[in-house]
């Protein structure tokens, strides 16, 4: 349940994670994840959580203090030749192809490895033991009320869902249930966005005002329809491109939630690494927008 409390402008909810995500890179989530994570934090504590883990930017925007940080790691069988006896199960039993039989060994590829354990467990003679295997680094930095969460893959990592998932746990674990987490969502519309909003109580999708912008745009409503996701759009740039992507939420009844203008002021101030809410008024009232949003709608 949500509650509001109104001498405060506090939004409180038992359970509240805001997933910023796009159809395309570029259209400007960080952008927006780290200017609304920011003028929330003048108001209350919140968790901004960079789960672009191929390349996270937040941390560009962010002037915090590092508090802690963490390896983190996923599990992959090793083989054991002198108890193996070539039974053929562990590729059997592999549904990723990351364990390979060949004539005289075992052949496992980590790559490939989604850490299910059905080598290891259903091996006769446990010639697969797990062991653990470094993917990546958490940094938790903090700025007065405002957390800060970044994971980073191991340059030459093939898969990032792991270490997605380790960080929304990290962030379940560490932060009460009535602090609004904000996540700043992986491109695309793949399996790292999907393990990025899956359990998002909104989605706020990001989008800017042409027809590529409209075409990715698609594909990331078509998404969280699928997952069943409560969603609304911002538009990023308004002011250039066509009218196309207005019309395609009045059509289709998707809440426009703000406008952040194209102006060469906001370019220049991203370009310098610096927050826009509190330089530029027009940034600041959509984000108002959104904030009203959310304390009226979402949390009927």
């Excluded at 039974?87 to 496992?108: L, P, R, S, T």
């Excluded at 992986?186 to 399996?191: I, K």
């Amino acid at each position: 349940m949500w509650t509001h409390n109104d001498s405060r402008g506090i939004i409180k909810q038992e359970k509240m994670k805001i997933a910023i995500a796009s159809g395309k890179g570029g259209t400007g989530k960080t952008t927006l994840s780290t200017n609304l994570s920011a003028y929330l934090s003048t108001k209350q504590k919140i968790v901004l959580v960079d789960l672009d883990v191929e390349e996270p930017n937040s941390g560009l925007f962010i002037e915090a203090e590092l508090i802690a940080s963490e390896d983190k790691f996923t599990m992959i069988p090793e083989w054991n030749q002198k108890s193996c006896i070539l039974c053929g199960e562990c590729q059997k039993n592999c549904n990723f192809n990351a364990v390979i039989q060949m004539v005289d060994m075992i052949m496992v590829f980590p790559q490939l490895c989604h850490s299910c354990y059905a080598c290891s467990e259903l091996c006769p003679t446990q010639s697969l033991p797990m062991i653990p295997k470094k993917i990546g680094e958490l940094k938790h930095f903090q700025n007065n009320d405002l957390h800060f969460i970044e994971s980073k893959l191991n340059i030459g990592e093939e898969m990032s869902v792991p270490l997605i998932s380790q960080t929304i746990e990290f962030v379940e674990n560490n932060f009460s249930k009535e602090i609004i987490k904000i996540f700043d969502s992986p491109p695309g519309t793949s399996c790292p966005v999907i393990e990025a909003t899956k359990n998002a109580d909104f989605v706020i999708l990001v989008t800017e005002p042409t027809p590529f912008g409209l075409n990715d745009l698609i594909l990331a409503v078509e998404t969280m329809q699928k997952l069943e996701k409560k969603f609304g759009v911002v538009i990023n740039r308004h002011g250039i491109g066509n009218d196309g992507v207005e019309n395609y939420c009045i059509e289709n009844n998707i809440p426009i939630l703000a406008k952040i203008p194209n102006s060469r002021k906001i370019a220049e101030l991203y370009s310098n690494g610096e927050l826009l809410f509190d330089k530029i008024p027009e940034v600041a009232q959509e984000l108002i927008k959104i904030e009203l949003f959310i304390k009226k709608s979402v949390a009927l």
